[in-house]
């Protein structure tokens, strides 16, 4: 077998799985473009309208083909060279000349390599693998301003991640909201090769409003609201049997595999074939914008196998409900001795407007299940099953608590279902043996707008792998929580700790304001242990009030809690596990994982319109531990310059030398220049500039897993190593950095670096302390008692390059090339020192019984500027360039 494949992925069938690439790399090309429906590409290269005469396509004249030039004009076309979607005419988005993008098909742990091309002419895009865990490479995750930099028009960008875990799972642009106009395709991950037949149902809303105009035409924008054409007011707006609000978009049509019918024209619809006797295996997503869909049969028993990555129980049923990014496995025997039957996807629709009356308008979509000894193009006459009291029809993944009684409808809601196997390890996998260390509410609703607990998500400005801090929105928690906020909203887990999470869907000030809200992890997913409805009425189906067992604390319900602290009862025996869930309106659902990828992973509702205005959140896991970047990673920023920058450009007219860094302030003398040392420690304790440590007791040099040829090491106790002339230097600096590399052999409290702070017992200048469960201190002096104080986290027995700077501004605290805090700092000068700057123990000091740290120092730097981020990425990345030139950055006085 080869060890390495690599194909440029064509328009396909669509009805049928792609071949399944089972090599180990399996590597695809993906040229994005833009095309048009109902039109054709004849031989001679010309591209012409078509339109349908009864079912077939003929080419037709527009104002610049004219019949009477062009015999071409009025021919009939094969179907099959033409994209129908739903017979109206559109551009879209093309991925290899295809709609929907062609089928990613591997084996579980593959590499998958995806060459993305833009090749659109306005848009940026990213690529989001819907399910995929991205271990080890969360910037693989291709979420825009999140975890990259929108790809730009006429570039590119190769994607590399594991595939994991196995199951049913989708692409998309994740960037804006070009996933509307025909941006993804499926991802099919097999853990082991398949012994049933399988089909692909991608199911979705189609709206003939381009995607871009549709959010331009928002009237519910989180910036600049538009006029809402294309949207329905409320008594116009379409509504489900419980009264909450289907979508306030204009229905315009749905698609199967991309293909359906609007206005009745009877395009060609998409097909399933079957031989009697057969079993088959259909896989089944959302990959719409904004309705969820009711899902049968005719004349078939579906039994559900499978949500996103995880196997369940079978269960049996007549129908489910699919919200947009959620996917679904079923089995059918095909059963019957031939015929063919409508595969049907409904909205929720029942009417319009508050409090709707059913007026018989069923919008949705069919394809037909055909089996092999049906000929002709007659389509089913089938109908779907009557539902009795005797036999009624059970429904899976009900957002609701149940359909009217007269409709003899069973509702059974996703924790009804149970996973496949539920092994000790599988609830070791999901905490379920365990107290969670965190629970955390999450009230998802419109309260103030799409939200989260109130908070509509901003997006920084470059994504979390920079150096982000400065380009985010800070959540100010008081004005969140009594007026509600615009803000990047950052919700903090520890690593690898098990986390509970709570999403309730409540609204204190407008309870029957209802919508129903998909809720999609990225980086993870989790166990579903509970799900609560709301009360609602038995014989109309209609929502009544809340569930009982949620307390909304405050009036925009920001601190949701259980109802005097009693939880419900939760399924920690076999519980489903997905990656996507639904929140009912006026109830809740209770989620259980384990944070074990660290990452910047968004976490939002996956109906289109509402994450694009804010409702979502940045779950930060791990931040310490997240990996570096790889090499030459696209990076964009805020650019901003100076007046005397671009007066010096005015004044230099021969580009003889790249001009300088021309901050405001002005430059500091010569001296204060060579203020600048690094011990590398290959050469005794001497640093590059002359300057010695001494008192350096029972610290000793070491050869081997060092950063360069040798280091420091230090054996707890006393151990110390001191800089004294550096000491009177901080005094006159106005900005400061300290670069180091730290291994840390010993968990607990101790000093790496300290200046001042003897027996006065004044505060340090400067400090670096170590701290229980890998913590690490930092913390800044200036003159006139300005304290700043940081907490980060490192790994023990691990190197880590740890920077501090301080800019006369804020003291930012940096692990591993990425900024981890930024703390407010002013002041002219640090505070004078009383003692040497050390690294270890501090002498004298007789306030701290902290001992020195037992562990290795390497690469030692002082500067006398605050290093850019791009500079401490470069110390990182590679440590041969820490001999920096002489600082020639001007200087604050």
């Known amino acids: 077998m080869k060890p390495h494949v690599f194909c440029v992925m064509l328009a396909t069938a669509v009805v049928v799985t792609a071949d399944i690439c089972r090599d180990p790399i399996c590597e695809f090309t993906f040229v994005i473009r833009r095309a048009r429906s109902m039109t054709y590409r004849a031989s001679n290269g010309n591209l012409y309208d078509v339109a349908l005469k009864g079912r077939r396509l003929q080419i037709v004249e527009n104002s610049f083909r004219k019949a009477s030039s062009d015999p071409i004009i009025g021919t009939f076309v094969d179907p099959n060279d033409v994209i129908t979607l739903d017979g109206f005419q559109r551009d879209f988005i093309a991925v290899n000349g295809a709609f929907r993008g062609p089928t990613i098909e591997v084996m579980e742990g593959t590499q998958v390599v995806v060459h993305v091309i833009n090749d659109l002419m306005t848009e940026g895009i990213t690529i989001h693998w819907h399910g995929m865990f991205v ?185 489910f409900i699919i919200y947009p990014g959620e996917s679904l496995d079923f089995e059918m025997d095909a059963s019957k001795r031939g015929g063919q039957y409508w595969m049907r996807a409904v909205t929720l629709r029942v009417g319009k407007g508050r409090d709707p009356r059913p007026d018989g308008i069923v919008n949705g979509v069919k ?136 999403f309730t869907n409540y609204n204190p000030i407008n309870a029957n304001d209802l919508e129903h809200h998909p809720i999609h992890m990225h980086g993870h997913n989790f166990a579903v242990l509970a799900m609560g409805y709301p009360q609602f009425d038995s014989t109309t189906g209609r929502f009544v009030s809340p569930n009982t067992d949620i307390d909304c604390t405050n009036r925009l319900c920001t601190k949701p809690r259980w109802r005097r602290g009693c939880e419900p009862a939760l399924n920690l025996v076999d519980p489903p596990v997905r990656d996507v869930v639904i929140v009912p309106a006026g109830g809740y659902t209770v989620i259980r994982f384990r944070s074990t990828n660290p990452g910047f992973w968004i976490f939002h509702c996956h109906l289109e319109m509402h994450i694009m205005e804010g409702m979502g959140l940045v779950l930060r896991v791990g931040e310490d531990r997240v990996p570096q970047l790889p090499r030459h990673f696209p990076t964009c920023n805020v650019f901003d310059w100076t007046s005397e920058e671009f007066e010096w450009y005015q004044t230099n007219t021969v580009m003889t030398s790249l001009p300088p860094t ?193 562990g290795y120092l390497d690469q030692v730097c002082l500067y006398n500027e605050a290093l850019s981020a791009a500079n401490i990425r470069k110390l990182k990345t590679n440590p041969s360039t820490i001999h920096l030139p002489t600082s020639t950055r001007r200087q604050r006085q």
């Open 662 to 854: 021309l901050p405001t302030h002005p430059p500091v003398d010569a001296e204060k220049r060579k203020e600048i040392t690094c011990f590398t420690f290959d050469d005794g304790f001497t640093g590059t500039s002359g300057e010695w440590v001494s008192n350096s007791g029972n610290v000793g040099l070491v050869n081997g897993d060092c950063v360069s040829r040798q280091c420091a090491h230090f054996a707890g106790a006393n151990s110390r190593l001191e800089v004294p002339r550096f000491s009177a230097a901080f005094e006159a600096w106005r900005e400061f950095s300290l670069s180091f590399w730290l291994r840390n052999m010993v968990d607990g409290p101790c000093e790496v670096v300290t200046n001042g702070d003897c027996q006065t017992g004044d505060p340090p200048s400067l400090y670096v302390y170590g701290g229980w469960s890998g913590q690490l201190k930092v913390g800044m002096t200036t003159k006139g008692g300005h304290v700043a104080t940081a907490t980060v986290r490192i790994t023990l027995r691990r190197w880590h390059h740890v920077v501090v700077t301080w800019d006369g501004s804020k003291m930012k605290t940096y692990v591993d090339g990425r900024r981890m805090r930024s703390n407010a700092l002013p002041g002219s000068k640090l505070a004078s020192p009383n003692c040497p700057l050390t690294f270890g123990k501090s002498t004298g000091s007789t306030r701290r019984v902290r001992p020195s740290f037992s």
């Open 135 to 319: 271990p080890n490479t969360p910037w693989m995750d291709g979420v825009g301003y999140v975890t990259q930099c929108p790809i730009p028009p006429n570039q590119s960008f190769t994607y590399r991640f594991k595939a994991l875990p196995h199951g049913t799972h989708w692409y998309h642009d994740h960037f804006s909201n070009t996933r509307l106009d025909g941006l993804f395709g499926m991802l099919i991950i097999h853990q082991k090769l398949p012994k049933l037949p399988e089909f692909i149902v991608s199911v979705q809303d189609w709206y003939h409003v381009p995607a871009g105009e549709a959010d331009r035409f928002s009237p519910n924008r989180l910036r600049h609201t538009g006029t809402g054409e294309a949207y329905m007011s409320d008594d116009d707006r379409d509504m489900a049997v419980d009264n909450s609000e289907v979508s306030m978009r204009r229905y315009d049509g749905s698609l199967i595999n991309g293909r359906g019918r609007w206005n009745d024209q009877q395009v060609a619809l998409t097909m399933y074939n079957v031989s009697s006797g057969q079993k088959y295996r259909f896989r089944v997503a959302n990959t719409g914008c904004e309705r969820g869909y009711l899902m049968s049969v005719d004349g078939h028993q579906l039994r559900v196998i499978a949500l996103e990555g995880e196997d369940t129980a079978p269960l049996s049923v007549d129908s």
């Open 367 to 502: 394809a037909i299940v055909r089996y092999q000894d049906v000929t002709g193009d007659a389509e089913p006459t089938s109908r779907p099953r009557d539902c009795t009291s005797a036999q009624p029809c059970r429904v899976f993944n009900c957002p609701f608590g149940g359909y009217p009684a007269s409709e003899n409808k069973i509702c059974l809601k996703v924790s009804d279902a149970h996973i496949g196997v539920a092994s000790d390890d599988f609830r070791t996998k999901y905490g379920l043996t365990e107290q969670p260390a965190v629970e955390h509410f999450l009230n998802w609703n419109g309260v103030v707008g799409s939200s989260v607990n109130a908070r509509r998500f901003v997006f920084p400005k470059m994504p979390f792998f920079l150096d982000y801090h400065d380009h985010i929105v800070p959540c100010d928690d008081n004005e969140c929580d009594t007026k509600g906020c615009k803000c990047t909203n950052v919700l903090d887990l520890p690593y690898n700790e098990t986390i509970q999470m709570v």
